[in-house]
């Protein structure tokens, strides 16, 4: 695949790479979509809780995430200089990194979770069953970082199949678990919303335990070394100043996300459930963006490691604007079949009727927030980590939440104002963001020969 990436046809190879991860991360929006379908036949308070709950979840996900992808840019970077033990020892001490973050961030989820769902005012109907979802799923962090390791090193690689294959199996695993926990079979009790977390754990977890056990093999074009597992400054000092940007913009955009379903919450049950239901639909989307957008920073870290620069111009040109053109199919494919899409998940007119509307006003952004996470894409695959942190922070706090409080609470408008506030950050965030791309400050690896980073 290194030769592909750094001499081949650059939308053909990018479509090699980016297909399994749209079909990955389709199946992962199907764990959310799983539990929507299976809840939603219990109540709509069980159906609202995991929407309360997931972004604080997805706040202590970012923190893997982030490291995640300075670990695919250092091992982007040095597999596109040939240098396989630098790829080797880069992503034992990046695995090794996140192994130690999870365990801090499953102590401090359980141990938040009813002090955060308060402050996002979840409705008291609710809080019960969202602290039991969030507790369930902290405790899980340590086996889902692994799988975040996993995907994430294999994606420096140019590997983006086997991660496809064994999330996928991880997918069915959930969609067989889902109802048994939460209805109960046999000796099985009814466990509801709590049932789905333990099934979520369970079937990330064992991704997770696969993966790192295919990771140490040594079969995939990385191998985890033993003698590289506990930490090293030189190793760590690179995975900081390459993730704690990408940290800062996950974590803040989370902890933005978590803001705005508090100001969603504001509204009532009805608008969280019709809120959380779109978001599993948009989160299809997300197929599209991660896919093109991991075959990004695979391409142009793998170029800019083999110091070729123009290539990886020509790739981010050409594969920012295929994303862009997509998603404004996508789109309009949404946009049509909206209302049809909420029936299968809920029966109440009015979450249908509010959800209706929330399409209808976000959908059109989305192409705008995929050209701000291929731009984002492109300055990661560098290891230029800042600008995106900046504009993320930028598009959440200052466009999004604001937007969403002034129009929806400030001037009245009620849930009309929130979802205006969301697409206009998409909007103004996509612009900006792709301005200060084309700048070309982004041109340049990080990477150090492979002896200086051995202490």
Known sequence: MRERILKG?????????????MVSNGLQAFYNLIDAFWLGKVSTQALSAPTLAWPIVFTFMSLGMGYQMAGSTLVAQ??????????NRAGTQAFSFLFLLSIVAAAV??????GILKLLRAPSDVYPLAVGYLRIVSLGFPLMYGAFAFTGLLLGV?????????NGASVVLNAVLDPL?????????GLGVAGAAVATVLSRGLAGIVGIGLLASGRLGLRLCPSYLLPRWGYVKKILGVGTPNVVDHVGTSLGFTVIMGLVAGFGTTTVAAYGVGQRMINLFNTAIWGATSALLTMVGQNLGADQVERAEEITRRGIRATFLVLVGLAALLFALRRPLYLIFISDPHVIE???LFLA???PSVPFFGLFAAASSVFRGSGHTVPPMVMALLRLWGLRVFLSWLLGYRLSLGPLGLWAGMSLSNLLGGLLLYGWLLRGTWKGKVIQPEEVLVP
């Not at 040095?78 to 790829?87: E, M």
């Not at 140019?158 to 991660?163: A, E, I, L, M, V």
Request: charged share 10%; no cysteine; hydrophobic share 40%.
């Open 9 to 21: 046809p650059i939308l053909k190879t990018m479509m090699t790479l980016a297909w399994p991860v």
């Open 78 to 87: 040095y597999t596109g200089a040939g240098d396989q033990k630098g790829a």
């Open 109 to 114: 989820g359980y141990g938040l979770a009813p």
């Open 158 to 166: 140019g590997d983006t199949r086997t991660p496809m294959y064994l």
């Open 181 to 189: 926990f939460i209805f109960g079979w046999g000796p099985l009790p």
């Open 354 to 356: 509010e959800g209706s």
């Open 361 to 363: 006003v976000f959908v």
